[in-house]
Every structure is written in structure tokens, then in C-alpha cells.
């Protein structure tokens, strides 16, 4: 559009209003046919149209401006070269062939008839400049069309690669969680076949029969809670997967798990404290957040040791609302990596050797990014891991924030 535009002036300027007019219908049928691909949607009738009325706008150029003595053959050249840019591989042939019958058809009844195509330029100069001013512009479109078709392609390479090495890592991922899962869902169902086998061949004590169910239900709520992860994990990974927020109380939604956790870490000597201020509030997902606390609480009691400690923590800190799980560790000297947030490493045993598929980590850093979050962890090698999870504090959030400081400043 910019080429005919530059041609509408160019031409009047050298002595051809006819081209001048021919030029400026040709700008309005482009205008037109990009508005109807670019607005309307309708890309393969807006093809069709550019196509036709482009080669015979030129075919009239032909006749009015000198025929092969002038730039009308540079322009059937650009013609073609446009066609093979916006047009179906399979349909590159009609275009092309036509257009190269159509320009040979002229030559030769320019040179059979030549008194149908007259020579319309007044001056040496004119024909010229008017044959250099085409040329120029005609490399310059080419040159453009190049640069946009050779800059689609590398963009579409890249997300290409991009998406096939993003499909590498889940595969892997994948197998890795399903070999896990494999051995993990194998011993649950082994123990409860050896507890009905034992019930049928063996009489067993009271004593004895409670100790198997305690083992029984430990390891069914531990695969339980593996299968809740694998579930979560693989919606997060289904295309079309959204996100819907709602303005929560943390302690409201928090507390039913809160309490379930808190017996569950009785039950291996670790007292769990709770330190959630009562109006704290959150622009989330409460299943989501349900998700990251209850994994992260499930990671400090499988390696805090009988007699340690758990906290959790909730408040707005540093203009952030702010929730953390720290645990008194198992004693033993800790380095943990940031890979701990991805399924690249392999689980390690819990104090009481509980097994994990290291998937609960990576649903925390999943589900915190897609509330707009961060978490990271600090460690100390003794005294045990602190997770950190920080969301953006909403507005009622932000004006708690604001009183607390204006309290603090009047104090």
C-alpha cells in the first residue's frame, strides 16, 4: 500500500495522471482486500480478489504506460511474487502460469499490433526515472515480503523447538511419574493382600491385628494423597485449563486440613502450630491454595523427626500476603537445590522412610505461578527448612496494610 501510495505522486509527476488514477484504484481495492482478511475474516476470498483485480490493474497499466517500455513488466514480477507469498502451495501454479501467459500474451500483441500500446512518455528522462523509480520499488516490496515470510518462519521454528523440547520434559516427566507411581501403588495393595491372606490362614491378636491396620491406613492415606496429586498434576497439564479467582479468608479455608494435618503429625510426635492472622485475605483459588499448603505441610512432617516441630504461618509482610511452613528438620545435615521444585530428582526417604513421587513440590510451584505467586525455601543444615509463598496482597489486603502502618506511625 505504501508503493502505490509513492506511486499516485510519482506518477502525476512525470507527465502520467492516467497511471496517477490506475495507481490510486489499486490502493483502494488493497485497502479493501486487507480489510476484509484482516477485519472480516474472509482471507480466501480477499486472496482471490487481490489476485484478479491486481493483474488486471496491471494488464491496464500495460496499455497505458508504454507497454514493454515501461515498468509494467517489473510490476507483473511483483505480482508473482506476492501470489507465492499469500496464496496455497497447491494453487501456486494457476496464479503463476496465468500471470506469466498473461505478460507473454501482451508482449506479443504489443509487437504484433503496436499501435494498441503508445508510447506515453514525453521525454527520455521521464521514461527514466519512471523505469528506476519501479524498479527500486518493486526490490523493495520483494525485499520486504522476504524479510516478513523469513521472520514468520523462524519465529514458527523456534516455537517449534520450543514446544518439542517442552514435550521431551514432559515425556520424561511423565514416564518417570508413572514408574514411581507403578512401585508406590504396588505396596499399599500388597499389604492389604497380605493382611486379608493373614486374616484367612492365621488367628491373630488383637494387638497384632491393630498394628496392621495402623500400617494399612498409613500407607492408604499416603497413596491417597499421591493419587489427589496425580490427579491435580495432570489437569494442570490439560490444554484449555482455567483459573478462577475468588476473594478468600485464608483461615477459614485452611483450617479443616489444618486440623486433619494436625493429628496426622501427633501421630509421629511433631506438634503442628498454627500462626494465621483471623481476617487475612487472598485473591485465589482455594482449591489451588489447598493444594500448595497441604503439600508443603505433608513435605515438613515426612522429614521432621519424632519430638520436632511444624509452623505455619500467614500474614502480610513486606506489602505481600505471605504464607510459610517451617520445620524443625530431622537432626541431620540438609542442602536442598532448587531442582527440588521439578520431577528431575529423585525423592528422598522421610524420617520413618515414607516414599514420595516429588510431585507434590512441583504442583506448589505450578499452582503459585498461576496465582500470579512466588515460593522459594530457606535452609538451614541443622535446625530444619522454612517454604516461602508470596501472593500479591488484594485491595482489602493492601488497606489492612496501609492501617497497620498508619498505626505504627501515630505510635
Given at each position: 500500500m505504501f508503493a502505490l501510495a509513492y506511486n499516485i505522486p510519482f506518477n502525476w509527476y512525470v507527465g502520467l495522471p492516467a497511471i496517477a488514477l490506475v495507481s490510486g484504484v489499486t490502493l483502494v481495492v488493497v485497502a479493501f482486500v486487507y480489510y476484509l482478511s484482516r477485519f472480516l475474516h474472509y482471507t480466501r476470498v480477499a486472496r482471490t480478489i487481490f489476485c484478479i483485480s491486481g493483474t488486471s490493474l496491471f494488464v491496464v497499466n500495460y496499455f497505458l504506460n508504454s507497454g514493454i517500455d515501461g515498468p509494467t513488466g517489473f510490476f507483473l514480477i511483483l505480482m508473482m511474487v506476492v501470489m507465492v507469498a499469500i496464496v496455497p502451495v497447491r494453487q501456486y501454479w494457476i496464479w503463476v502460469s496465468s500471470t506469466i501467459l498473461i505478460a507473454l500474451s501482451l508482449h506479443y500483441l504489443q509487437y504484433t499490433r503496436p499501435d494498441l500500446v503508445p508510447y506515453t512518455y514525453a521525454s527520455k528522462k521521464d521514461r527514466y526515472i519512471d523505469i528506476s523509480s519501479a524498479f527500486l520499488t518493486v526490490v523493495s516490496v520483494i525485499l520486504l515480503c522476504f524479510y516478513f515470510i523469513r521472520r514468520r518462519y523462524d519465529m514458527e521454528r523456534r516455537d517449534a523447538l520450543r514446544n518439542a523440547a517442552r514435550m521431551k520434559e514432559l515425556d520424561l516427566e511423565k514416564n518417570k511419574l508413572f514408574s514411581i507411581i507403578a512401585h508406590d501403588l504396588r505396596s499399599p495393595l500388597s499389604h492389604i493382600q497380605n493382611f486379608l491372606e493373614m486374616l484367612a490362614e492365621y488367628d491373630l491378636t488383637e494387638k497384632e491385628s491393630q498394628q496392621i491396620r495402623e500400617e494399612l491406613m498409613l500407607s492408604t492415606r499416603r497413596t491417597l494423597e499421591m493419587l489427589n496429586n496425580v490427579l491435580h498434576w495432570s489437569k494442570n497439564q490439560m490444554s484449555g485449563f482455567k483459573i478462577e479467582k475468588d476473594t478468600i479468608n485464608i483461615l477459614q479455608v485452611l483450617s479443616p486440613q489444618l486440623l486433619l494435618f494436625r493429628d496426622i503429625a501427633a501421630a509421629k510426635g511433631i506438634s503442628l502450630d498454627l500462626k494465621i492472622e483471623a481476617n487475612l485475605t487472598l485473591a485465589a483459588n482455594s482449591d489451588m491454595l489447598q493444594v500448595i499448603v497441604r503439600n508443603l505441610i505433608n513435605n515438613a512432617i515426612k522429614f521432621t523427626a519424632s519430638g520436632g516441630s511444624i509452623t505455619v504461618f500467614a500474614g502480610y509482610v513486606d506489602g505481600q500476603c505471605r504464607i510459610t511452613v517451617s520445620d524443625s528438620g530431622n537432626g541431620l545435615p540438609v542442602h536442598l537445590s532448587k531442582e527440588i521444585f521439578s520431577l528431575s530428582i529423585s525423592p528422598g526417604l522421610g524420617t520413618a522412610n515414607e516414599r514420595g513421587t516429588g510431585?507434590?513440590?512441583?504442583?506448589?510451584?505450578?499452582?503459585?505461578?498461576?496465582?500470579?505467586?512466588?515460593?522459594?525455601?530457606?535452609?538451614?543444615?541443622?535446625?530444619?527448612?522454612?517454604?516461602?509463598?508470596?501472593?500479591?496482597?488484594?485491595?482489602?489486603?493492601?488497606?489492612?496494610?496501609?492501617?497497620?502502618?498508619?498505626?505504627q506511625h501515630q505510635a
Open positions: 510431585l507434590g513440590l512441583t504442583l506448589c510451584r505450578e499452582y503459585t505461578e498461576l496465582l500470579e505467586g512466588r515460593i522459594y525455601f530457606k535452609c538451614d543444615p541443622y535446625s530444619g527448612t522454612t517454604f516461602f509463598v508470596d501472593f500479591p496482597a488484594d485491595e482489602k489486603g493492601k488497606e489492612a496494610m496501609q492501617q497497620l502502618e498508619t498505626g
